[in-house]
C-alpha cells in the first residue's frame, strides 16, 4: 500500500464518524421513512394510510414509504412498530382491531396503551343497521319494539366472533334492551349475503359492507353507530338520538397515524399538523369517503381522550357478554 493511500484511508477512517453523527444530528426528517401497514393491500388502512403517506411525503420533502405487514389480525405489523427505534423514522397505519380490541381478547407482544403512541387520527368508519326492505319496522324505536316483544326470536349476523361489528352490535343489544341470537360469518360478505337471503333477521356492518347494497335497494339502513351520523349515510338516524341508554351511543372503526412510544414532541407535533391540515383538504376528504371513513381528524389529548373512551366502550361490551376467542 502505497503512503499517499494509507493516508487517504486514514484520513477517511477520522472523517466518516463525524458524518455520521453530524447525519444523526441532522433536522428530522433527513432520510426516508417507512409506514408499517399491518394489513394486506386494498383493505381500508392499507387504503387510508396510503393516502396520509403521500401527502406526508409531499409536506416532509422525504419519501414515505408503504409496506405491508399483514397477518394476526393487523399486530404483526403493529409490533414491528412497537419494537422500532422513536426516532420519527418508522411509523404505523393504525387501526381499531390491532389495538383497541385484540388486546382486550388476547395476549400479545407489545402493550398497545404503553409501546405505541397516537399521534393523529384521519377518521372512523361508521357502522350501519340494516334489514330487509320488507322487515316490519321503519324506524330505531319500531326495530327495539319488535324485538323487544319476541326475546330471543330474531338473529342478528356479524363478520365474525369478536370482530368489530359483533361487539358493536352486542353494544346495540345491550343498550336497547334486545335479546337476540348471533351467527358468525367468515366475514362481512357472507353475513350481508345471509342478511339479503333471509337466513338472519339484521345486522350492524361497515358502511364499506352496507351501503353499497342500501343503495341498490337490497338492504334498507334504519340507523348509524356515530354520534353525530355521517355525511356519507345523508338521513340515516344516529342511534344516539334515540332516548334512555342509546343515547350519546358513539362507536366505529378508527384509522389513524401512530408511533413507537418515546416519539420526541416536535417530531409528534409535526406528524398531527400535517395530518389534521391534510384531512381538511377537500382532496383528502373526499378521497377518505371513497372508501367509507368519515374524516374526523383528532391530535393530541382528543385523540388519546377517544381511545380511551373506545378501549372502555368495547371492554364493557366483552365483560357483559362474555366475549372470547376460540
Not at 137 to 145: D, H, K, L, V
Not at 236 to 260: I, R
Not at 303 to 319: E, H, K, N
Amino acid at each position: 500500500m502505497t503512503q499517499t493511500r494509507r493516508a487517504a484511508l486514514t484520513l477517511m477512517a477520522g472523517v466518516l464518524p463525524g458524518i455520521s453523527a453530524a447525519q444523526a444530528q441532522a433536522p428530522w426528517p433527513n432520510r426516508p421513512i417507512r409506514m408499517v401497514i399491518p394489513w394486506p393491500p386494498g383493505q381500508a388502512t392499507d387504503l387510508a394510510g396510503r393516502v396520509i403517506a403521500q401527502r406526508l411525503q409531499e409536506r416532509l420533502g422525504q419519501p414515505v414509504v408503504p409496506e405491508n405487514r399483514a397477518g394476526a389480525g393487523g399486530t404483526i405489523g403493529a409490533d414491528v412498530v412497537a419494537k422500532a427505534a422513536p426516532d420519527g423514522y418508522t411509523l404505523l397505519a393504525g387501526s381499531s382491531g390491532p389495538l383497541t380490541i385484540s388486546p382486550l381478547l388476547q395476549r400479545l407482544p407489545f402493550d398497545a396503551t404503553r409501546d405505541i403512541a397516537p399521534i393523529a387520527m384521519f377518521g372512523v368508519s361508521p357502522y350501519l343497521l340494516v334489514v330487509k326492505p320488507d322487515f316490519p319496522a321503519r324506524t330505531i324505536q319500531e326495530f327495539i319494539a319488535l324485538l323487544k316483544a319476541r326475546p330471543g326470536h330474531y338473529t342478528f349476523g356479524s363478520s365474525g366472533t369478536a370482530a368489530t361489528a359483533h361487539l358493536i352490535i352486542e353494544a346495540f343489544n345491550a343498550a336497547a334492551g334486545i335479546e337476540a341470537l348471533h351467527v358468525p360469518f367468515a366475514g362481512s360478505a357472507p353475513s350481508m349475503t345471509a342478511l339479503m337471503g333471509g337466513q338472519i333477521n339484521y345486522s350492524i356492518e361497515t358502511m364499506a359492507a352496507t351501503w353499497p347494497l342500501v343503495r341498490q335497494g337490497a338492504l334498507r339502513a334504519l340507523g348509524i353507530s356515530l354520534a353525530d351520523g355521517s355525511s356519507l349515510a345523508p338521513g340515516v338516524e344516529p342511534f344516539a338520538k334515540q332516548p334512555g341508554a342509546l343515547a350519546g351511543f358513539d362507536a366505529g372503526a378508527w384509522v389513524g397515524l401512530m408511533g413507537p412510544a418515546g416519539l420526541p414532541a416536535p417530531i409528534v407535533e409535526r406528524l398531527a399538523a400535517e395530518v389534521v391540515d391534510g384531512m381538511a383538504q377537500p382532496e383528502i376528504r373526499s378521497r377518505f369517503e371513497s372508501i367509507s371513513v368519515e374524516p374526523i381528524p383528532r391530535a393530541g389529548a382528543a385523540f388519546t381522550t377517544y381511545l380511551q373512551g373506545q378501549r372502555a366502550l368495547f371492554q364493557g361490551i366483552i365483560q357483559r357478554a362474555n366475549i372470547r376467542l376460540d
